[in-house]
């Protein structure tokens, strides 16, 4: 099967890729596709731009471009691969995103993908895109759906005082988040760890489902999915400094240096070290 993979320019979609390709092994992945979007919040909310600064600038533009200097057959033995890594481990072209503007459509419409695997992506896909896919559109969201549709659901439903994370992978319509369920996958909310660590557990949940829903495919049995009870329906916008506020009140961190250490020392070859954090981060 033809299958073009979505996701975000970031640690997490990096996070995401390194588990989801090697699954899809025994299918073309026909181009691995990158997200590159920032919204004007980010420039105005602290936490936002700490979690920019986390997520997109330390990996994607210091560290990725560092270990994508490396010959390849060393930066291949890290644990986890950067996007560049990623593209030649599986003979599969990498490609950023800006905007689904006409010509990336057009693109899009020349991958005639028969399947599109979404998570974390920044863009919009509309309905004649959708039609494109024969079999459709899957998106993975970090948010138990129909209750936490939008942006910045793991942090959501650790303010709304919920016991867990919920991973909800669904069709893709020409809504946002409201397509028919294949499955939703809880994950525990541990308000003694932080909340980077635990939303970036949340998207490979949803592999197994992807998997199935792809032999379903392949078999002539599309899944249709339960569709969602829009009445209990609740979207999220980009959060002010107010949920960021009420997380701290929790208890809970929104990064923590050690963890974030191991997580990039993931991407480094053996032999090779992070150095220290400097100590006002710690």
């Known amino acids: 099967m033809r299958i073009l993979v979505c996701t975000k320019l970031d640690l997490h979609g990096a996070h995401f890729a390194n588990r989801l390709l090697p699954a899809l092994a025994g299918h073309e992945i026909v ?9 004007p919040a980010e420039d105005h909310v602290p936490e936002l731009a700490q979690l920019r600064f ?17 010959p390849f057959d060393q930066a291949d033995r890290a644990p986890d691969a950067t996007f560049a890594t990623l593209g030649r481990r ?37 309905a ?13 969201h970090p948010g138990r ?11 959501r439903a650790v303010t709304d005082g919920a016991g867990a994370f919920g991973c ?31 939303t970036a557990a949340l998207y490979p949940l949803a592999i197994p489902t992807l998997l199935a829903a792809i032999e379903a495919c392949a078999a002539g049995h599309r899944p249709a999915g339960t569709p969602q009870d829009l009445r209990l329906r609740r979207y999220h916008s980009m959060p002010d400094a107010a949920p ?11 990064w923590h240096p050690d963890a974030l250490a191991a997580w990039l020392g993931r991407y480094l070859p053996p032999g090779v070290a992070l150095p220290p954090l400097p100590g006002a981060l710690r």
Do not use: C
């Not at 181009?31 to 919204?39: H, T």
């Not at 004649?128 to 993975?140: D, E, F």
């Not at 759906?145 to 942090?155: D, I, K, Q, S």
């Open 244 to 254: 960021f506020a009420a997380l701290a009140r929790l208890g809970m961190k929104l």
């Open 145 to 155: 759906l129909p209750g936490y549709a939008g942006l910045h659901a793991p942090l």
């Open 31 to 39: 181009s691995l596709w990158l997200a590159d979007k920032n919204r």
């Open 168 to 198: 909800s992978v669904h069709w893709i319509t020409p809504g946002i988040d409201d397509g028919p369920l294949l499955n939703v996958i809880d994950q525990p909310i541990d308000l003694a760890g932080n909340l980077l660590d635990q």
């Open 54 to 70: 986390l997520e997109r600038l330390l990996p994607i533009d210091l560290l990725f471009p560092l270990i994508d200097a490396l």
């Open 90 to 126: 599986h003979a599969t072209p990498v490609e950023v995103i800006t905007a689904l503007d006409a010509a990336t459509r057009a693109r899009f419409a020349t991958l005639a993908p028969d399947l599109v695997i979404v998570a974390r992506f920044s863009h919009l896909f509309d």
């Open 128 to 140: 004649a895109s959708i039609a494109i896919p024969r079999h459709g559109i899957l998106n993975v």
